[in-house]
Each structure stands twice: as C-alpha cells, then as structure tokens.
Nanobody, 129 residues
Framework: QVQLVESGGGSVQTGGSLRISCAAS????????MGWFRQAPGKEREGVAS?????????RYVDSVKGRFTISQDNDKNTLYLQMNSLKPEDTAMYYC?????????????????????WGQGTQVTVSS
C-alpha cells in the first residue's frame, strides 16, 4: 500500500509558475512509476507527466506541457514534484498524483490512468487570464 498526499496548488495568473508536491508514504521502495494527471470540469482525466523512479528517472510528458512542466523526485523517492512554468488558463484543473508497483518490462512509464493503482486526493490549480 502507498498513500499519496498532494499539496501546493493555488491560483496564478497566465504566464506564472507553480510547483505542486506529492508526499508518498507506505511501501515507497516498491514503486516503479509515478505520474501527474489532471482533470478539468467536464473533461476526462489526462496524463500530464510520468517518471520511472527505479533508475534513470526517465520522464515523459504530454505534448501540451512539454517545455513548460518538469516532473522530478527527491533522492529518497518520498516526494514527487511538478514544476509548472508559463501557465495557461487551459492548465486549470485538479491535479492528481499517482503511483504503481508494476514492472512492465520497460524503463519508462506511460501517462495512462489504468497503469496506476494508487492515487492522491488532488490539488487544485487555477490559472486566470
């Protein structure tokens, strides 16, 4: 079991920056993949970024955030971050942290919701124009 708690959300203006965090507890040594997802009102949940935490810290991003968002982890893998720069109104959403133990035979992680078992409660990010 892993427990995930997000924090750091808030309101910013277009072009601003925000860093959100996800504190993991429990069997964190068993985690292979972690990711950030978001869901705006009336829209489906979308994968934003993922990181392969076991080694190499390979990262992947959805095209709409490439060059603006950075996913990272601290050395002991207990905290996941998402640094968000050049924020746009379309980035407004509830942001969720997710984790999974499953090794899928690859050294990277997908931003697919069905590949993550553990989820946090979310933190709201609002970008105003």
């Amino acid at each position: 079991q892993v427990q995930l708690v997000e924090s750091g959300g808030g309101s910013v203006q277009t072009g601003g920056s925000l860093r959100i965090s996800c504190a993991a507890s429990g069997y964190t040594d068993s985690i292979h993949c972690m990711g950030w997802f978001r869901q705006a009102p009336g829209k489906e949940r979308e994968g934003v970024a993922s990181i392969y935490v076991v080694r190499d810290s390979n990262t992947r991003y959805v095209d709409s955030v490439k060059g603006r968002f950075t996913i990272s982890q601290d050395n002991d893998k207990n905290t996941l971050y998402l640094q968000m720069n050049s924020l746009k109104p379309e980035d407004t959403a509830m942001y969720y942290c997710a984790a999974d133990f499953t090794y899928r035979g690859r050294n990277y992680c997908m931003t697919l919701s069905n590949e993550y078992k553990y989820w946090g409660q979310g933190t709201q990010v609002t970008v105003s124009s």
